[in-house]
């Protein structure tokens, strides 16, 4: 099987079919990833759609200096943060709004833990918890933990060093702890 | 161990990214410390509850719907910014631009130098030395006519009056 390189110089001197390989090959992963940050289907896959065109229109001047998946996630990861900047001007919300939306969601949902059952309620209560993450935290962890990506490649993406990809992660995580604390008391398998 | 180590090995034990060694000084310190357990338990929980939001399956069928967009794109492209914008440059082009310039100046400088040239004719040449004779004759008349009759200031005055 080729390499993402080997499909991508393909698809920068002008093989259109190497580059829906290459497509194809990452765009699952892509759309969970933007996932992610936008908890909805539909735009994730048509940010996904931009990302490819993006790497589409940049194909000319790739250089194989890093792995094409850490170039990809760097873009998407860019748009992913405009288009979250932009929705949230959108909404007018302020950070410290979004703060205190968090923090009252969290109380209301404490008292109702105990009839949290569906998996639908985890996954908003997650994508919520993330979502009031700082921006390197939230990347860190979403890329760490469901991409599986390794801390070096992480670090690539967000332009920093391993050492501090590994404090995003266990800021964010200790953050997620407090955030989601119903959650882990309501669950049998989570006790402590 | 201290706390602070222990902390920063979590995440690795958590994914069993930890050697035998390092991940038995762990576990040996969870069992003294009760606030490293604590939140050694609740670091893993969380990152377990994570796994609890699924993964998606893409709908769209991305490479018909991709190039489907370049192709429309590639169709908007209709106005001459565009057209400039995504011009093909090569040396034919080049060179006929080059050529057309080259004649519309050549072109320009023959006119206007028909438009500015005088022909200066034989008749023109012979009509210049007779105007010349011409006024030879009457300065020569001149002087005669003042020789005989002197100038005008001294003409008697019965004469100017007389008529």
Not at chain 1, 42 to 54: G, I, P, T
Not at chain 1, 56 to 84: E, G, M, V
Not at chain 2, 15 to 24: A, I, N, P, Y
Not at chain 2, 29 to 34: A, G, I, R, V, Y
Request: proline residues 2%; hydrophobic residues 35%; glycine residues 4%.
């Amino acid at each position: 099987m080729e390499s993402d390189v080997e499909l991508m110089m393909r698809a920068k001197s002008g093989d259109d079919s190497a580059f829906t390989d290459l497509m194809k090959r990452h765009y699952k992963g892509l759309v969970n990833y933007i996932y992610r940050f936008t908890n909805n289907r539909e735009s994730s896959e048509d940010l996904a759609q931009e990302v490819f065109l993006r790497v589409y229109r940049s194909a000319s001047r790739y250089k194989p200096d890093a792995k094409f998946s850490t170039w990809l996630y760097k873009i998407a990861t860019n748009l992913c943060l405009t288009n979250f900047k932009t929705k949230r001007k959108e909404q007018n919300l302020s950070l410290d709004e979004m703060e205190e939306n968090a923090g009252g969601f969290e109380d209301s949902k404490s008292e109702n833990a105990d009839n949290v059952v569906y998996r639908g309620e985890i996954k908003d209560a997650i994508f919520r918890a993330l979502e009031t993450l700082p921006e390197k935290e939230r990347v860190s962890i979403i890329l760490c933990k469901y991409e599986e990506i390794p801390y070096d490649e992480v670090a690539e993406v967000l332009g920093c060093t391993v050492g501090a990809v590994k404090t995003h992660v266990y800021r964010g995580r200790m953050k997620l702890v407090e955030k989601l604390r119903p959650y882990l008391k309501r669950e049998g398998n989570y006790e402590l | 161990m201290s706390c602070d180590e222990l902390k920063e090995l979590i995440l690795e034990h958590t994914v069993g990214r930890l050697d035998q060694s390092e991940k038995t000084r762990v576990e040996s310190h969870l069992n003294e410390c009760k606030e490293c357990s604590r939140f050694f338990m609740q670091s893993n929980q969380v990152w377990e509850l994570l796994d609890q939001w699924d993964v998606v399956e893409p709908k769209k069928n991305i490479a018909t719907e991709f190039w489907k967009r370049i192709s429309e794109e590639g169709v908007k492209r209709k106005g001459l910014f565009d057209y400039l914008k995504n011009f093909n440059y090569n040396w034919s082009y080049g060179l006929a631009i080059a050529l057309i310039l080259i004649i519309t100046v050549v072109s320009f400088n023959l006119l206007e130098f028909q438009r500015t040239k005088v022909v200066f004719t034989e008749i023109d040449k012979a009509d210049e030395e007779l105007l010349i004779q011409v006024d030879r004759a009457i300065s020569r008349e001149t002087a005669k006519s003042l020789e005989i009759y002197g100038t005008w200031d001294e003409i008697p005055e019965e004469i100017n009056k007389g008529g």
